[in-house]
C-alpha cells in the first residue's frame, strides 16, 4: 500500500570522478575538488557551455549548483564573480557531480513555453519500493534544473520559485524560468552647459531699487564669445538579452546625432578633450529656431513669442530686434532696428536704424529718432513719426504722420507734417510741406480736405537787404563826396603845376638848373598842405568805395539765400475730385525742425493754422503751384 504523505528519500548518489581541469572531452575546463566543483575562469563562455552540456548529456548533473554563478560563467550575466586574495576570479559552480538515474530522470514531465517563459505542472511523484509498490518520493532543485537544461532551457530558471513548490508539496501550474529582455540603450543626447540659455522672467530691478512690474529682468540672454552651450552626451549601449534556451537577444542600437545639426550663424562645433560642444563664435544675442531647432548668436534679438504682459512685459533693448509675434496694447519695444511681422497694437520706439512693421499698426505708434519707418500693411488711429528719416505707409486711417519725407499710398482723415510729402489718394486729410506731390485729393465726411504749402519767411532776409542797400547808398555818397573835393583841389593851379612836375623830376625825365632849384622847392613848401589834404581825401575815397563793393557782393549772396527759400516751395495735385483750400504757411527754416513735433502740435499746425494766404479753392480740375508761378489745370 502506497502512502503519499511519507515521501521516500532520494537515494544517495555515487560521485563521479572528473579529472583536474584535464582531458579530452569538453569537461577538461572543470574540475571537482573537495569544496566543490571549479571551472576554469579563463575558458569562460561557449567553451564552458560545451563541458556543462557534456556533463548533463551523460546523464550526471550538478549537486549544490549556484546557479547566479552558472550563469555569470555561461552568458556572462549577473554579479561578478568573486575573487581570491590574488584578484583571480573564482568560479565555484556546485558542490558536486552525481549521476542522473533514469528513475529519477521520469519523475520530470514536459513544460510549456510560450510567450518567452516555461511553466511546469507540479504533482505528487512516486518511485517503485523493493517490493515492487509506488512511494511518493519528491523533485530536486538541482536535477529540475539539470532536466530543464535537457528540454532546451539553459537560461532564466527561477530556482527560488521550483524551491518553493517543491516544498509546498501543492499541485499546480508554476512559471519556472522567464526570458531576460535586453536593455535598451541611452540614444546620443544633448544638454544645457550654459546657466544664460535660461531667461529671467523676475520684475526689473530698476535704479531707485524700485521694481518695473512691466519689464522683466532678463528676456534675451546675451551670450560671451566662446562660451560653451550645449554639449554632446554619445549614445550608450545596452545589455543584451538571453531567451530560454541561452541564445542572446540583442538590444536595438541607440540612436546617434550630429551637434553639428544645432549650430547656426555664430555657433561652431568644438571637440575638446573633455566632450563634444556647441560655442558661440561671437558676442551676441541667444536665438533658437523652433522649426530648425538651430541656436544662432548674433547682434539681433530674434522672438516669436509675441510682446505682452505675460511674455516679455516691456522691452529696453540694446540691439537690433526682430518678433514674429504679435505686439499688444500698452507694450513698449524700446532699441535700435525694430522688425515685427506680425500686427501691432503697442508702441515701438527706435533710438536709430531701421523701423520696419511688415503687417498692420493699429492704435499704436512707431517713432524712430534717427532712420526710416515702414508699415506695409495699414495703419489706423496711430502715430508714426521719425526724427530725421522717411516715412512709409501703405494705408493710414486716422493718424498722424511726420517725418523728413512721408510716402503714403492712400491716406484717409490724417495730419501730415513733413519737408516732403508723396500721398497717391488723399482724403479728408491735412496735408503740410515744402514739397508736395498728390495723386487726387478729396474731402471725406465731415473732414475737409486741406493742403498747406510750407513757404519759407523771407521777412529777415528783406529786412537785411533793405539795411545793406541802405549802407551802400550811404557809401557811394560819401564816395562821390570825397571824390568831388579831390578833383576840386587837385584842379589848383599851383598844386596841379607841382604835380605835372614832382613826377618827371623823381624819374630824372626833367633836370633843373641850379638857378630852378630853389624855385621847385619854395613851391614844394607851398602847396605841401594841400597834397597832405589831396591824400586823406584820396585814402577816404578809397576806403569808402571798398566799403560799396562789400555790401554789394553781401547783397547778392543774401539774394542768392531768399531765392534758394522761396524756390524750394512748391505743390502738385493730379486730381481735385471735391472741395480743397491750398494755402501758403509761412516757416523759419532757421528756428529748427518744423515737423519733429508731438502730434498734439502737428494736428495744431494743420487743422488750426492761422494767416494763412490762399493759394487755390476749387472742387474740380488739378492745381500746380511754386514759388514763382501758380496755375490751376
Known amino acids: 500500500m502506497i502512502n503519499p504523505a511519507v515521501p521516500a528519500a532520494v537515494p544517495p548518489a555515487v560521485p563521479v570522478p572528473v579529472p583536474r581541469f584535464a582531458g579530452a572531452g569538453p569537461e577538461h575546463c572543470i574540475a571537482r575538488r573537495p569544496d566543490g566543483v571549479y571551472a576554469d575562469p579563463q575558458v569562460l563562455g561557449t567553451t564552458l557551455i560545451a563541458a556543462v552540456d557534456g556533463i548533463l548529456l551523460s546523464n550526471q548533473y550538478f549537486s549544490g549548483v549556484d546557479y547566479p554563478v552558472l550563469i555569470k560563467a555561461l552568458y ?66 538541482d ?42 540603450g541611452l540614444d546620443a543626447r544633448v544638454v544645457e552647459v550654459s546657466r544664460d540659455l535660461h531667461r529671467s522672467d523676475a520684475p526689473r530691478e530698476l535704479a531707485n531699487g524700485k521694481l518695473d512690474l512691466m519689464s522683466f529682468q532678463n528676456r534675451f540672454p546675451q551670450i560671451r564669445a566662446g562660451e560653451r552651450l550645449l554639449q554632446k552626451l554619445p549614445r550608450e549601449a545596452g545589455e543584451p538579452g538571453f531567451d530560454l534556451s541561452g541564445i542572446p537577444i540583442a538590444p536595438e542600437i541607440p540612436k546617434d546625432l550630429e551637434l553639428g545639426m544645432y549650430a547656426g550663424q555664430g555657433t561652431r562645433v568644438l571637440q575638446a578633450p573633455d566632450g563634444e560642444f556647441l560655442v558661440a563664435q561671437q558676442d551676441g544675442f541667444l536665438n533658437v529656431d523652433p522649426k530648425t531647432s538651430r541656436i544662432e548668436v548674433g547682434d539681433k534679438i530674434v522672438s516669436r513669442d509675441g510682446v505682452s504682459a505675460r511674455t516679455t512685459g516691456n522691452l529696453n533693448l540694446t540691439g537690433d530686434y526682430e518678433e514674429f509675434g504679435e505686439v499688444q496694447e500698452q507694450r513698449i519695444i524700446e532699441g535700435e532696428g525694430i522688425t515685427v511681422h506680425a500686427d501691432v497694437y503697442g508702441n515701438v520706439v527706435s533710438r536709430g536704424g531701421v523701423v520696419l512693421l511688415n503687417r498692420n499698426l493699429v492704435g499704436g505708434s512707431a517713432r524712430n529718432a534717427k532712420g526710416p519707418v515702414t508699415v506695409r500693411g495699414t495703419a489706423s488711429g496711430a502715430v508714426i513719426q521719425s526724427a530725421d528719416g522717411e516715412v512709409r505707409v501703405g494705408r493710414a486711417e486716422n493718424c498722424v504722420i511726420s517725418g523728413a519725407k512721408v510716402v503714403v499710398e492712400q491716406a484717409v482723415n490724417c495730419e501730415i507734417l513733413a519737408l516732403e510729402v508723396e500721398v497717391g489718394q488723399a482724403e479728408g486729410c491735412a496735408i503740410a510741406g515744402r514739397r508736395l506731390r498728390i495723386g487726387s485729393a478729396a474731402p471725406r465726411r465731415q473732414n475737409e480736405m486741406l493742403v498747406y504749402v510750407l513757404r519759407p519767411d523771407c521777412s ?82 578809397k576806403a569808402a568805395e571798398q566799403e560799396q563793393q562789400a555790401g554789394a557782393a553781401f547783397l547778392a549772396q543774401l539774394e542768392t539765400q531768399r531765392a534758394a527759400r522761396a524756390g524750394s516751395a512748391q505743390v502738385e495735385i493730379g486730381q481735385i475730385e471735391g472741395e480743397l483750400q491750398v494755402r501758403a504757411m509761412a516757416y523759419e527754416p532757421d528756428a529748427g525742425s518744423v515737423y519733429d513735433v508731438a502730434p498734439r502740435e502737428v494736428k495744431s499746425r494743420v487743422r488750426e493754422a492761422v494767416g494763412t494766404e490762399l493759394l487755390f479753392a476749387g472742387a474740380e480740375g488739378s492745381f500746380r503751384w511754386d514759388d514763382s508761378t501758380a496755375a490751376a489745370g
Open 76 to 141: 556572462g550575466h549577473g554579479p561578478e564573480l568573486p575573487r581570491d586574495e590574488r584578484g583571480q576570479a573564482v568560479v565555484r559552480i556546485a558542490d558536486d557531480i552525481l549521476p542522473f538515474a533514469p528513475s529519477r530522470r521520469a519523475l520530470y514531465r514536459s513544460v510549456k513555453i510560450a510567450d518567452g517563459q516555461a511553466e511546469y505542472y507540479f504533482e505528487p511523484v512516486f518511485l517503485p519500493g523493493p517490493d515492487g509498490e509506488e512511494q511518493p518520493t519528491r523533485l530536486d532543485v
Open 143 to 184: 536535477e529540475f534544473i539539470a532536466d530543464m537544461w535537457m528540454k532546451g532551457i539553459r537560461f532564466g530558471v527561477d530556482v527560488e520559485a521550483i524551491r518553493d513548490a517543491i516544498e509546498s508539496a501543492a499541485a499546480g501550474r508554476y512559471t519556472v524560468a522567464r526570458r531576460l529582455p535586453p536593455r535598451a
Open 460 to 541: 529777415r532776409i528783406l529786412d537785411a537787404q533793405a539795411q545793406v542797400r541802405e549802407r551802400v547808398a550811404q557809401f557811394g555818397e560819401l564816395a562821390a563826396q570825397h571824390r568831388a573835393a579831390r578833383d576840386a583841389l587837385g584842379a589848383e593851379p599851383e598844386l596841379r603845376k607841382y604835380l605835372q612836375l614832382a613826377p618827371r623830376i623823381r624819374k630824372g625825365e626833367l633836370v633843373l638848373s641850379p638857378q630852378q632849384q630853389p624855385q621847385f622847392t619854395r613851391l614844394a613848401q607851398a602847396v605841401l598842405p594841400a597834397l597832405r589834404e589831396l591824400g586823406r581825401l584820396t585814402h577816404e575815397l
